[in-house]
């Protein structure tokens, strides 16, 4: 089992940038990968970034790419979301995941564990 709990979310003015963590505990937490998503009201969950069991490979959903950068800390059982240079239409719902595969993936059903989410909201 998995727990994982996110915060660093809040209000920002567009432009600005905010980091999110995902503070995990059970299982070894090298031994699986990382995602983000986001979601908000009315709309499908939609991936942002995942991250391996290492942290040398990353991916980034088209819409993030170059303005998120996603990391994680094996020493601390901590996973990482910097977000840069916000955007309105980055308001959401984050939440973190973690999948039973050292592999980063792109699909949500991919994973199993799931957080209760941060809320990110960027004002125009």
């Known amino acids: 089992q998995v727990q994982l709990v996110e915060s660093g979310g809040g209000l920002v003015q567009a432009g600005g940038s905010l980091r999110l963590s995902c503070a995990a505990s059970?299982?070894?937490?090298?031994?699986?990968?990382m995602g983000w998503f986001r979601q908000t009201p009315g709309k499908e969950r939609e991936f942002v970034a995942a991250?391996?069991?290492?942290?040398?490979?990353?991916y980034y959903a088209d819409s993030v790419k170059g303005r998120f950068t996603i990391s994680r800390d094996n020493a601390n059982n901590t996973g990482y979301l910097r977000m840069n240079s916000l955007k309105p239409e980055d308001t959401a719902v984050y939440y973190c995941?973690?999948?039973?595969?050292?592999?980063?993936?792109?699909?949500?059903?991919?994973?199993?564990?799931w957080g209760q989410g941060t809320q990110v909201t960027v004002s125009s």
């Open positions: 995941a973690a999948r039973n595969s050292v592999s980063g993936s792109t699909r949500g059903h991919d994973y199993v564990y």
């Open positions: 991250v391996n069991w290492s942290g040398l490979d990353t």
């Open positions: 059970g299982r070894t937490f090298s031994s699986y990968a």
